[in-house]
């Protein structure tokens, strides 16, 4: 199996480029539909999350690259998350419900821990990374940038 960068590694490249353009360039060299999707719940207004706070979760304790999942293994599951998704059942049970989100954080190294709170709480912070650039890299994304 092939290395896949982790999101916070892709991010961190992203902040690194000097340019619009560049930044760009980051972002379609990893053109996978995971990464694109993830993108597309961070910036998408119309998809909605049924997570009102983020859990207390212990922090996966080995280094970058070893945890036993990553961001773009997860996001699978992130379905049972979406409100506004055809699959979304309705909320779960909540110990069931607190449980999944519980598995999901301490799987994955605590940088795409992170990001996936950033990602449920609508407010990703990367420097340089805004719904217009994301837009303009991915135009087939289903969402309108406000005007």
């Keep these: 199996m092939s290395y896949k960068k982790l999101y916070n590694e892709i991010f961190d490249e992203f902040e690194l480029a000097k340019t619009t353009k560049e930044k760009i360039e980051v972002l379609r060299k990893y053109n996978d539909n995971t990464f694109i999707t993830f993108l597309n719940y961070c910036f998408n207004p119309d998809i909605k999350f049924d997570v009102d706070k983020i859990p207390n979760y212990k922090p996966a ?87």
């Design 61 to 147: 304790p080995e280094p970058a690259g070893l945890t036993w999942s990553t961001i773009h293994l997860q996001m699978r599951k992130l379905y049972l998350f979406i409100t506004t998704s055809d699959e979304y059942k309705g909320k779960l049970p909540e110990r069931k419900h607190t449980n999944i989100l519980l598995q999901i954080f301490e799987s994955v190294h605590v940088k795409e821990a992170k990001l996936l709170e950033q990602m449920f709480l609508k407010k990703l912070k990367v420097k340089g990374l805004t719904a217009k650039l994301v837009k303009e890299a991915f135009p087939e994304l289903p969402f309108q940038l406000k005007s």
